[in-house]
């Protein structure tokens, strides 16, 4: 047995990240804005071995269920990522994030001048042309947006 199948196994309610890329745990914790102050149990691994020669990182948050844009959000930021939702001790539901046809609002377009970034409080709107390469355009000014450069609202 896994040392992470422990990890899924304790929590009572909540949200186990499984598979989150080495060294993007923070990051991911960071963008869903997971900070514990709501008095929550979080438990934080890095660099769990995964497989012979790999490592990932994994987030155990008590009383959380992801919304859509926390989704989202893994999707580009950790897209081999599972979600495990946990109620009462028990595995309820396993899934694998995947980036939908088109994100809105949560990332900020990297185009200083684009409309979006001005002071008319336009929300963004990113249609994933390509979801294999993880590339997204800008709706507004057509930019092609690197995802390892998004910024999140
Ligand atoms: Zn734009």
């Known amino acids: 047995m896994e040392q992470s199948d422990l990890m899924v196994r304790r929590i009572k309610e909540g949200t186990v990240i499984d598979h989150i890329d080495e060294g993007k745990g923070l990051q991911v914790l960071n963008a869903l804005q997971i900070d514990g102050k709501d008095g929550s149990l979080i438990t934080i691994a890095l660099n769990v071995p995964s497989g012979k020669f790999k490592k990932k990182d994994i987030i155990k948050v008590e ?46 377009c990297a185009n200083p001048d684009c409309i979006t970034n001005s002071t008319e409080h336009i ?28 910024k999140y609202n």
């Not at 990113?126 to 995802?147: F, H, S």
């Open 63 to 108: 009383n959380k269920f992801l919304k859509d844009d926390d989704t989202n959000k893994l999707a580009v930021m950790a897209p081999k990522a599972t979600i495990n939702m946990i109620k009462e001790y028990k595995l309820v539901e396993k899934r694998r994030v995947s980036l939908p046809n088109e994100i809105d609002r949560i990332f900020r």
């Open 123 to 150: 929300e963004s709107v990113m249609d994933v042309i390509n979801k294999e390469g993880m590339v997204l355009k800008c709706r507004y000014c057509a930019r092609v947006l690197d995802v390892t450069e998004l």
